[in-house]
């Protein structure tokens, strides 16, 4: 036990994760006051200044560019400037991570959303997806609400949790709270949203840069085990199938993990878009997303325990 209390007070950096995620659990920020919704209501804003449907359509990319930029690089100059002022680095860096991190959202969505599809409410599982997706939800059968809860679920622990603690590992609290703010941006403008099909592109390609790495070294994790020699052959046969890479990854794993058919068409802005089919061929019911979400938070504390050990090493070899 001393060594232990001696390990986190000698290394700052996983003082800071797992005061982080202890802070998150007990004291989780309410949704209506995070800083990440504030920071869409404001992007929203100054889109509405400078996205003019009537520009063409490089005009309207160079104008993304820009209010990307100017959005994150002010945040940036601002986090930096702060850090160097304040006394307590490492809680500093909690801080940044706590409100970075969002693990209780997801594990609310899949609790409240499996139990109104096990009672087949489709109204209730509509009306929860609603917030979390940019595709129409209204019209979905039971079996397109199933397969938009189970991808739902996915993006949101793999972005959510994931992808902060991996860009927490290579950066820091500041890399952890710019990389969730740009995920955020990059679904505010998301091109698959009529006026932000231009706008939105410089957003969403470097959201997919960031992505790429975490989520699939998580779509490895996540073959390891019980049938991990299926999995990994559909993930190599079917991995770059999807029209983002990373997230790509980390669904198909999961479909051939539990044999689960994700993808399909879906509706944005009331127009069909085609996407491909992926993963096994059983339709997700109830019983496969708890089965989902029991594989996630297994995985999601196997990758925590990881990094920890990689920040012990790091941190003995400095």
């Given at each position: 036990?001393?060594s232990?209390v001696?390990?986190?007070?000698?290394?700052?950096?996983?003082?800071?994760?797992?005061g982080?995620?202890?802070?998150?659990?007990?004291?989780?920020?309410?949704?209506?006051?995070h800083?990440?919704?504030?920071?869409?209501?404001?992007?929203l804003l100054?889109?509405?200044?400078v996205?003019?449907?009537?520009?063409?359509?490089s005009?309207?990319?160079l104008?993304?560019?820009?209010?990307?930029f100017l959005?994150?690089?002010?945040?940036?100059?601002?986090?930096?400037?702060?850090?160097?002022?304040?006394?307590?680095q490492?809680?500093?860096q909690?801080?940044l991570l706590?409100?970075a991190?969002?693990?209780?959202?997801?594990?609310?969505?899949?609790?409240?959303?499996?139990?109104?599809?096990?009672l087949?409410h489709?109204?209730?599982?509509?009306?929860?997806?609603?917030?979390?997706?940019?595709?129409?939800?209204?019209?979905?059968s039971?079996?397109?609400?199933g397969?938009?809860?189970?991808e739902t679920?996915?993006?949101?622990?793999?972005?959510?949790?994931?992808?902060?603690?991996?860009?927490?590992a290579?950066?820091?609290?500041?890399?952890?709270i710019?990389?969730?703010?740009?995920?955020?941006?990059?679904?505010?403008?998301?091109?698959?949203r009529?006026?932000?099909?231009?706008?939105?592109l410089?957003?969403?390609?470097?959201?997919?840069?960031?992505?790429?790495?975490?989520?699939?070294l998580?779509?490895?994790l996540?073959?390891?085990?019980?049938?991990?020699?299926?999995?990994?052959?559909?993930?190599?046969q079917?991995?770059?199938n999807?029209?983002?890479?990373?997230?790509?990854?980390l669904?198909?794993?999961?479909?051939?993990?539990?044999?689960?058919?994700?993808?399909g068409?879906?509706?944005?802005?009331q127009?069909?878009?085609?996407?491909?089919?992926?993963?096994g061929?059983?339709?997700?019911?109830s019983?496969h997303?708890a089965?989902?979400?029991?594989?996630?938070t297994?995985?999601?504390w196997?990758?925590?325990?990881?990094e920890?050990?990689l920040?012990?090493?790091?941190?003995?070899?400095?």
């Amino acid at each position: 036990m001393e060594s232990l209390v001696a390990l986190l007070t000698t290394n700052s950096s996983l003082l800071a994760l797992w005061g982080a995620l202890l802070l998150h659990w007990v004291l989780p920020i309410p949704y209506p006051l995070h800083p990440i919704v504030i920071w869409q209501r404001l992007a929203l804003l100054i889109a509405e200044r400078v996205n003019h449907p009537k520009e063409n359509p490089s005009q309207r990319i160079l104008a993304g560019s820009l209010a990307w930029f100017l959005m994150s690089g002010t945040v940036l100059i601002l986090l930096f400037a702060f850090s160097q002022l304040v006394w307590y680095q490492t809680i500093f860096q909690m801080t940044l991570l706590w409100m970075a991190i969002d693990w209780q959202t997801s594990a609310k969505l899949a609790k409240q959303f499996n139990q109104a599809y096990n009672l087949e409410h489709k109204g209730r599982c509509r009306e929860l997806l609603a917030d979390h997706v940019n595709r129409n939800t209204e019209n979905l059968s039971l079996l397109g609400l199933g397969k938009a809860g189970a991808e739902t679920l996915l993006l949101g622990y793999g972005r959510n949790v994931i992808g902060v603690l991996f860009w927490y590992a290579i950066g820091g609290g500041i890399a952890a709270i710019m990389y969730r703010l740009a995920i955020s941006l990059a679904r505010t403008w998301s091109p698959s949203r009529e006026q932000f099909r231009f706008f939105g592109l410089p957003a969403i390609r470097i959201a997919l840069i960031l992505d790429i790495v975490p989520l699939r070294l998580f779509a490895l994790l996540i073959t390891l085990g019980q049938n991990a020699k299926l999995t990994f052959k559909g993930l190599m046969q079917q991995g770059e199938n999807w029209q983002l890479p990373g997230p790509g990854w980390l669904l198909v794993a999961t479909g051939h993990k539990l044999s689960l058919s994700l993808g399909g068409p879906a509706m944005y802005n009331q127009i069909k878009m085609e996407r491909p089919r992926i993963g096994g061929k059983i339709a997700p019911a109830s019983l496969h997303l708890a089965q989902i979400q029991q594989l996630m938070t297994s995985r999601l504390w196997c990758w925590i325990i990881i990094e920890s050990g990689l920040l012990i090493l790091f941190h003995g070899l400095a």
